[in-house]
């Protein structure tokens, strides 16, 4: 069958063609029995709209996609993503564009760059924080595809980035640990391939020489930013001869294994060891007990971000290349004083 034109529907249906228009697009000014005219014409018509013909017209799509670098079990259970893509999604909504996630890993970041990115099916890419050596970044710069980055590279200054301040909230969490009396502080880093991973480390490092205290390569373990990472990290601490009496986990998803692991060994926060994370992500206020961790405004990193692009893309270049927001503590009960 011949695909029709809207002119052609509204004749079908005895309507004006801003009235086809309108119900294609879900407008609400369309009353209910002009609306169902015209969707039975359109059903009985076949009739499909021309999106993909209309976006080649204005070269424009009002899509943006959120490239997510990780697997789908991972951002489904991590409540960090689902908090960053609501910030996102809202913040579009109210400008009028939508959203397409793609979540992939490292294996399909290349067929994503030809299938979505070279076919223009998008007007720009906002990009969780990946690898440092992730291959989809040169390509991305090299298409000038407008792009902007959550979470900072260490080697690709010239674009636009949002981020928190990881380091500084690193020595935050770890110079609290410190004022607790506590000396020897372990810490559960993410991987350290990724560029928060290596801040929140480095972080944890200024802080204890800050302090004076030596930095033992033994008490830092390398997690995964997963529970199952941190559970297994802080098995490897509490089998070191002498645990540490204070660990600082580089995000409150690990956390949580940490703490599992800690109750299984038969041990308490924060009387056998004081554990502080970061992120303070919803659920770290109903842990046992309650999480002391570092927040960052994780929803507000995603309207930032949008808004940056969304700017970018209307022909008003963002004031600012790199956006660092402030991290805070916030205290709760599990961390206490070093005991003797």
């Known amino acids: 069958m011949e695909q029709l034109t809207i002119r052609q529907i509204a004749q079908l249906a005895n ?6 228009s309108r119900v294609i697009n879900n407008h609400p000014s369309v009353r209910p029995e002009v609306r169902q005219r015209v969707l039975e014409v359109i059903r009985e018509q076949e009739y ?3 999106a993909a013909a209309r976006s080649l017209a204005s070269r424009r799509t009002n899509v943006v996609t959120l490239l997510i670098p990780r697997s789908s079990a991972i951002i489904f259970t991590d409540p960090f993503f689902p908090l960053i893509i609501q910030g996102i999604t809202e913040t579009c909504s109210e400008r009028d564009y939508s959203v397409m996630l793609s979540m992939v890993t490292g294996t399909q970041e290349r067929d994503f760059y030809q299938r979505v990115l070279r076919s223009r099916m998008t007007d720009g890419l906002l990009m969780l924080s990946s690898d440092i050596d992730d291959p989809v970044l040169p390509l991305l710069i090299n ?8 979470g900072e590279h260490p080697y ?12 500084a909230g690193a020595v935050l969490a770890v110079s609290h640990l410190l004022q607790l009396g506590h000396r020897r502080i372990g810490a559960i880093t993410g991987l350290l391939q990724m560029k928060t991973a290596i801040d929140r480390r480095d972080g944890y490092k200024q802080a204890l020489l800050q302090a004076g205290v030596a930095i033992e390569h ?14 297994a990290a802080m098995r490897q601490l509490l089998s070191l001869e002498q645990r540490p009496s204070a660990v600082f986990v580089a995000s409150d998803t ?11 060994a038969g041990l308490h926060a924060p009387h056998d060891i004081s554990l502080i994370g970061f992120d303070d992500v919803p659920g770290a206020a109903y842990t046992t007990p309650a999480l002391t961790t570092i927040h960052q405004p994780i929803q507000k990193l995603g309207c930032t971000a949008a808004t940056m692009l969304l700017d970018h893309l209307e022909g008003r270049p963002p004031l600012q290349q790199h956006i660092r927001l402030s991290p805070s503590l916030v205290l709760r009960q599990s961390c ?5």
């Open 15 to 20: 309507v004006s063609r801003s009235t086809v």
């Open 48 to 50: 499909v709209p021309q």
């Open 143 to 150: 298409d000038q595809m407008p792009l902007v980055l959550i």
């Open 156 to 167: 690709m200054q010239p674009m636009y980035t949002v981020d928190v301040a990881n380091r």
């Open 218 to 231: 033994s008490l830092m373990i390398e997690g995964e930013f997963t529970q199952e990472g941190g559970y």
């Open 254 to 264: 690990m956390a949580l294994g940490a703490l599992r692991a800690i109750y299984e």
């Open 336 to 340: 206490g004083p070093r005991v003797a």
